[in-house]
């Protein structure tokens, strides 16, 4: 069974950071695409980061030099680590997987496995 669990949500000062995590189980992370998304109140879930199998990553243009996704092989877990935030970044995030390997995508639609969610807010 494709299980997907974020943690590492929380609450951060503005200009902090956080490493959200997301374990997977029931399959190996390297063989699926992975996407980072997240959903703001009243707002709809956007894109913020995804990998390829192979390692290749893509970010939102209002996220790059800011997040950075990576993957642990051996714990097959993604990592987001998100440093600079902003009130604005405050929303649920999710992690996501596709089984198309190669697949760079922003878009939700195209990843079938889904978490959770683990909310960050970042407020003084």
């Known amino acids: 069974q494709v299980q997907l669990v974020e943690s590492g949500g929380g609450l951060v000062q503005p200009g902090g950071s956080l490493r959200l995590s997301c374990a997977a189980s029931g399959f190996t992370l390297d063989s699926y695409a992975i996407g980072w998304f997240r959903q703001a109140p009243g707002k709809e879930r956007e894109g913020v980061s995804c990998m390829t199998s192979d390692g290749t990553t893509h970010y939102a243009d209002s996220m790059k030099g800011r997040f950075t996704i990576s993957r642990d092989n051996a714990k097959n877990t993604v990592y987001l680590q998100m440093s600079s935030l902003k009130p604005e970044d405050t929303a649920v995030y999710y992690c996501?997987?596709?089984?198309?390997?190669?697949?760079?995508?922003?878009?939700?639609?195209?990843?079938?496995?889904w978490g959770q969610g683990t909310q960050v807010t970042v407020s003084s």
């Open positions: 996501a997987a596709s089984s198309r390997m190669g697949l760079i995508s922003l878009s939700d639609m195209e990843y079938a496995y």
